[in-house]
């Protein structure tokens, strides 16, 4: 059996017919709900322009220190710094699993959540820079999870050093002035994008002036 297309009442109007009237621009005076429907498209014309405004102005605002894209450890999603972080107080710090410093993910972990919902966040980034990363990221997410119980966000393993250092961490350096120089560099950035402080290995997570100095940015 074949079907065939059934034709339109005499005076009606087809989806398509209607689509056809409203990118043309003629004949709508004449059915009875054209004026409604235009209403409607202009009143949804204006929500999606707001939106790409919102959007586009959003992304003129990101702080040049925050506009990378990043990858989650041992993930296949990524994340922009800005869309992620944009308006919180920022602790970044390169991480390694085989350092004398290592030790720090525990009072890192205390750091995040004793300020999160104060706004701070911790961002790790993993590195074998220093040769005490070799791992694989599935390892050092295992290995984070079971021996310090990392919630804070961690990311892809990065060069972080002089000479070869990944693009996020060149603007952090070249704003701070300071590249890091082993495991557990700390840069804290404020609620605008920039450095405020830059702090070496041996500061450690629950030092006075770190906690004063993210107390007063928070």
């Known amino acids: 059996m074949h079907s065939y297309p059934v034709p339109s009442p005499p005076g009606s109007i087809t989806p398509f017919g209607l689509l056809r009237r409203i990118s043309c621009g003629y004949g709508l005076n004449k059915w009875p709900f054209d004026g409604l429907i235009i209403n409607k498209l202009k009143a949804v014309s204006v929500v999606i322009t707001t939106l790409v405004l919102l959007n586009n102005a959003a992304i003129a605002e990101c702080p040049k220190n925050l506009d990378f894209t990043k990858r989650f450890l041992a993930s296949e999603q990524s994340v922009h710094l800005c869309q992620a972080y944009a308006g919180k107080v920022l602790l970044v710090v390169n991480t390694a699993s085989y350092c004398g410093f290592t030790g720090q993910f525990r009072g890192l972990e205390a750091l995040y959540q004793q300020y999160r919902e104060a706004g701070l966040v911790v961002l790790g980034f993993p590195s074998n820079d220093f040769l005490q990363e070799p791992r694989s990221e599935d390892k050092v997410r295992e290995f984070c999870s079971l021996t310090y119980n990392v919630k804070f966000p961690m990311f892809e393993k990065t060069r972080v050093a002089k000479?070869?250092?990944?693009?996020?961490?060149?603007?952090?350096?070249?704003?701070?002035?300071d590249y890091p120089r082993w495991n557990f560099h700390k840069y804290l950035l404020n609620r605008e994008g920039n450095v405020v402080a830059s702090?070496?290995?041996?500061?450690?997570?629950?030092?006075?002036?770190?906690?004063?100095?993210?107390?007063?940015?928070?």
């Not at 000479?163 to 002035?177: E, I, K, M, T, V």
């Not at 041996?202 to 007063?216: F, G, Q």
């Open 199 to 218: 702090y070496g290995s041996s500061v450690k997570p629950d030092d006075e002036s770190l906690i004063a100095t993210i107390e007063s940015n928070l």
């Open 163 to 177: 000479r070869h250092a990944d693009p996020f961490y060149q603007a952090l350096a070249n704003q701070s002035g």
